[in-house]
């Protein structure tokens, strides 16, 4: 009602019930409408729980359950991603044998999905842009069965680092790190057109994690979410330039905000006419569609917003493509 009030919504005392800065209201409303809107706000709240991502190199979910279970350790497997466990976020994982052994890692539902999305496939070449300390990296090997190459790109040398001792940890050998200095680094030409899967996880704001950390919001500013979605542009299109004649592309965020995820995939699909979107229906099966649907916000242009909710601790949107051709 109070976003609905004639004319003139009162994103003031929205404002204030959600504990949001009033211009991130009003750009949620604007933006999304009020339905959507109030999904969002309403996603913004703490979650007690942790997801695990087995790591079925070296084990099986039913395992690392029944392990848990006998250290008197409460734990659900999802009913949407086979190798995702559920455990209280009161435990630090860290500490047990099993973590220490590469037998899973600490991933969130979203993170976990993103890479059941791009689906990268054995003994072939993926890129993973902006990869940090590469936990989706380390689950496209899990899937690709650690054959192929997996070339994991980043700026920082600390995340990289970080990433080569998951990686030794997890048992995984199909790993190229790549510190870049900028987009324009002769790594990153080296790739053009030859990978078959490509995933860019842009930096953005972080409003998907404002539950968990909710001084972001009030550190954000306007400016800052423009500064973003110029990056995010750049960051897609050199992304893209990797993705071989037939490959698959998927951009993701952890937010909230159209400017990071609709509306740069819609520039980039008008910008790049040699990329179809595969549309979220033509992503997932139905039985997982209708999982994911009561937390789901589907776009027109075929990406999706899935909300922080019981199945996912984080915000994650996503969308996925496909260049045109075959592969030479």
Known sequence: KLFENGFFPDYSKVSIRFSHPVWIVKNLAEKKGPENALRALCSSRKRDFICLRVNTGKSKVGEISKRLSLMGIENEVSPIISNCLYISNKIKVSNFDAYREGLFEIQDFGSQLIVKLLNPRPYSLVVDF???????????????????????????SKRIDELKKRAKRAGVTNLCPLVVSSLKDSKIENLSQRASFVLVDVPCTGSGTFGQFPHLKWKLTRKKLAEYKRNQNDILNKGASCVAKGGFLVYATCSIFEEENDIVTEEFLERNEDFDSVGWKGCFPARVREGLAPWLEESGSGGALLYSSPVSKYSFYFHKFVRKGKFS
């Open 130 to 156: 902006c990869c940090g300390a590469g936990g989706k990296a380390l689950a496209s090997s899990a899937m690709m069965k650690n054959t192929g190459l997996i070339y994991a790109v980043d700026v920082s």
